[in-house]
């Protein structure tokens, strides 16, 4: 059921010796452990090598984010939504002594206001993986993006319309059981938050 012909996703496509590599090397990393899925991310490792820590720049956005989010009155509005997925097991705290802050990397995030009626979150977090250091790539770009799945959506949308039963889910389930299994991965995905 969870093979790509049956998604109706291409399973003929040619990948690259590079993707083909990558692929094996994310399947054969993950292991099911006490209901948990736990993966290795792929990274190019030239470039992960020589990406350093951004902390600085994270804690100067956090800075300006709650000073603007306190004037509007919605900084707590937006702590309850980090409060909320640590409470689902998104994300967890760490702490972090000042010392060791270069070894993470840190991802800068602003809030998105939606201030209508009609919607349930009024402020949510956006992440930005893709800031770059002065002489130095960013996170999206030391990351695998691993191969694109999604290649031919007229297909799949045919698929979906000419099939007699169509099999939805949610995969909101699905992500809270996939942890990350490596240490080194985990401290490439660190977010500031400030307490008031």
Same mark, same amino acid.
């Given at each position: 059921?969870?093979?790509?012909?049956? &998604?109706?996703?291409?399973?003929?496509?040619?990948?690259? !010796?590079? *993707?083909? /590599? #990558?692929?094996?090397? =994310?399947?054969?990393?993950?292991?099911?452990?006490?209901?948990?899925?736990?993966?290795?991310?792929?990274?190019?490792?030239?470039?992960?090598?020589?990406?350093?820590?951004?902390? &600085?720049?994270?804690?100067?956005?956090?800075?300006?984010? !709650?000073? *603007?989010? /306190? #004037?509007?009155?919605? =900084?707590?509005?937006?702590?309850?939504?980090?409060?909320?997925?640590?409470?689902?097991?998104?994300?967890?705290?760490?702490?972090?002594?000042?010392?060791?802050?270069?070894?993470?990397?840190?991802?800068?995030?602003?809030?998105?206001?939606?201030?209508? *009626?009609?919607?349930?979150?009024?402020?949510?977090?956006?992440?930005?993986?893709?800031?770059?250091?002065?002489?130095?790539?960013?996170?999206?770009?030391?990351?695998?993006?691993?191969?694109?799945?999604?290649?031919?959506?007229?297909?799949?949308?045919?698929?979906?319309?000419?099939?007699?039963?169509?099999?939805?889910?949610?995969?909101?389930?699905?992500?809270?059981?996939?942890?990350?299994?490596?240490?080194?991965?985990?401290?490439?995905?660190?977010?500031?938050?400030?307490?008031?």
């Amino acid at each position: 059921m969870f093979n790509l012909e049956s &998604n109706g996703l291409p399973t003929n496509e040619k990948f690259s !010796t590079l *993707d083909e /590599e #990558k692929v094996k090397q =994310y399947r054969d990393s993950i292991t099911f452990k006490d209901g948990l899925y736990y993966v290795q991310l792929q990274w190019y490792e030239d470039k992960i090598k020589s990406l350093p820590s951004n902390h &600085n720049a994270a804690v100067r956005v956090l800075e300006r984010v !709650t000073k *603007d989010l /306190e #004037k509007k009155n919605l =900084y707590n509005h937006y702590l309850q939504v980090f409060k909320q997925q640590e409470d689902e097991g998104i994300i967890e705290e760490i702490i972090v002594p000042p010392e060791q802050c270069n070894d993470y990397i840190w991802i800068p995030h602003r809030p998105v206001l939606k201030l209508t *009626d009609q919607t349930t979150t009024k402020v949510r977090p956006v992440f930005n993986c893709s800031y770059k250091n002065k002489d130095s790539g960013s996170l999206n770009e030391t990351a695998y993006p691993g191969v694109n799945l999604m290649t031919d959506m007229v297909k799949l949308m045919i698929r979906f319309r000419t099939n007699r039963y169509v099999l939805l889910a949610d995969i909101r389930k699905t992500f809270l059981m996939i942890r990350l299994a490596s240490e080194r991965d985990r401290n490439r995905f660190c977010l500031f938050s400030k307490e008031r």
